[in-house]
């Protein structure tokens, strides 16, 4: 699966209720690990309303302008899940209940005792040409039509669905971090930080303060595709530290980290 070739991805979280705050979105940091891990580095996320007009718009500009696409979120069966919708309007085809789809909600719901409502229905609704996303919670299924992947946006369903993605997408190198914690102010690590930044284009280089119970902390994370060029750049790192009078600890080192904080 590696590649020389930069995979890029978009998320984008729709939902009023994510904006407004009664949500809070749980589903970013699992879609970035996850899409690193199998070498599809996520570069932008967004979160948008419920508003046709703009899902519609960034749904076309985001799939052309990066090789993946990945969406959460109102996909299910009330008057604001029109997620499905859009998708259909952005990529200029029609929409309709889906045989199979319709299918495995009638398993789902006949196992279940309920009935298919007209709410329920509108689950089973794919754009034209799509092919379906496994939902092995609940059945209804999300979609991928071109380089846009539907999802939920229920934490639990959305992981699910991402564990049937990954093995159809095509990876490039995973990032591979390190993190180094001291106990020296930002003001004077950042003229040092910024010329090793310089000095090594290929890596990226991050600094992220944070109050710990006990003391103030910062956490310098070196960031790159190259292992041993993230290596040699935090070696580096730990030479300026040291020259500043402090000590850096190494917390970890291996694709998909998260920053601690």
Not at 189 to 196: N, S
């Amino acid at each position: 699966m590696a590649s020389s070739e930069t995979i890029t991805a978009a998320l984008l979280i729709i939902g009023n209720e994510v904006l407004s705050g009664r949500t809070h979105d749980k589903n970013l940091p699992h879609i970035a690990e996850k899409l690193n891990d199998v070498g599809v580095r996520l570069t932008e996320a967004r979160v948008i309303p419920d508003i046709p007009e703009v899902i519609i718009r960034t749904v076309r500009e985001l799939s052309t302008n990066f090789t993946y696409v990945f969406t959460t979120g109102g996909i299910g069966p009330t008057h604001d899940d029109i997620t499905a919708d859009c998708v259909a309007e952005a990529m200029g085809v029609s929409i309709d209940i889906d045989p199979e789809a319709l299918r495995r909600l009638e398993v789902h719901y006949a196992n279940s005792g309920l009935e298919i409502n007209e709410a329920r229905l509108r689950m089973a609704r794919i754009p034209e040409g799509a092919s379906l996303i496994d939902n092995p919670i609940s059945a209804a299924p999300g979609f991928r039509i071109g380089n846009v992947h539907v999802m939920a946006g229920v934490p639990k369903i959305m992981q699910a669905m991402l564990d049937g993605i990954l093995p159809t997408l095509k990876g490039g190198r995973p990032m591979v971090s390190i993190t180094l914690r001291c106990s020296l102010p930002e003001g004077r690590i950042a003229e040092g930080l910024g010329k090793l930044a310089k000095a090594h284009p290929d890596v990226d280089f991050g600094s992220y303060p944070a109050w710990t119970k006990t003391a103030f902390q910062v956490s310098l994370v070196v960031r790159g595709e190259d292992p041993a060029q993230v290596e040699t750049a935090a070696q580096a790192v730990e030479k300026l530290i040291a020259d500043l009078g402090d000590q850096a600890e190494r917390i970890t080192a291996r694709p998909g980290e998260t920053v601690p904080g």
